[in-house]
């Protein structure tokens, strides 16, 4: 594949992946209300990583990040990833998640970093891995602090497009 063909490709991968999480906060009020003005700033085949300024509706009694906002964030950028991974629509169903909750240093007016990589996505299931951090900017220089980890498998059987002959799409 060219350059250009490479980043006509990645164009399309970063439109797709920004129409599909604009669609999930639309039709998602648990979406809507924890993750408007969620940002996606950089996505390549099946790593999305996106920035989020955070309010007090995401503060848990102690004022750090709350675990259920932590999980949904989890929930919604792990579907982003798997469809950086091949520019699937639909991206499946929760399996399992598992998330360890590392600091409490992130609170309001905070910006968090969430990566979300895609290790496989498969036939039939697709696991991702989660960092949600902290980020600072010391001495002129961004400084992240890792706030949660989590992992996510998703049951992704039925989901991806056929594809043409010839098509690339990671």
Do not use: C
């Amino acid at each position: 594949m060219g350059s250009q063909e490479q980043l006509e490709l990645e164009a399309k991968r970063t439109a797709h992946v920004e129409q599909l999480s604009d669609w999930l906060l639309q039709n998602s009020s648990i979406y809507n209300i924890f993750l408007s003005g969620i940002k996606q700033t950089s996505v390549v085949a099946g790593t999305v990583v996106s920035r989020l300024t955070l309010t007090s509706t995401h503060l848990n009694s102690k004022g750090g990040l709350h675990g259920a906002v932590s999980a949904a964030f989890i929930d919604f950028t792990t579907g982003l990833a798997i469809a950086s991974w091949d520019l699937r629509e639909k991206t499946g169903a929760s399996v399992d998640m598992h998330i360890s909750y590392l600091s409490s240093a992130a609170g309001a007016g905070d910006v968090v970093e969430i990566v979300a990589t895609a290790e496989k996505v498969g036939g039939s299931m697709a696991f991702v891995t989660i960092l949600i951090q902290k980020v600072e900017v010391v001495d002129g220089e961004e400084k992240k602090t890792l706030v949660t980890k989590g992992h996510h498998t998703k049951f992704v059987r039925g989901t991806a497009k056929p594809k043409t002959d010839g098509e690339v799409r990671n």
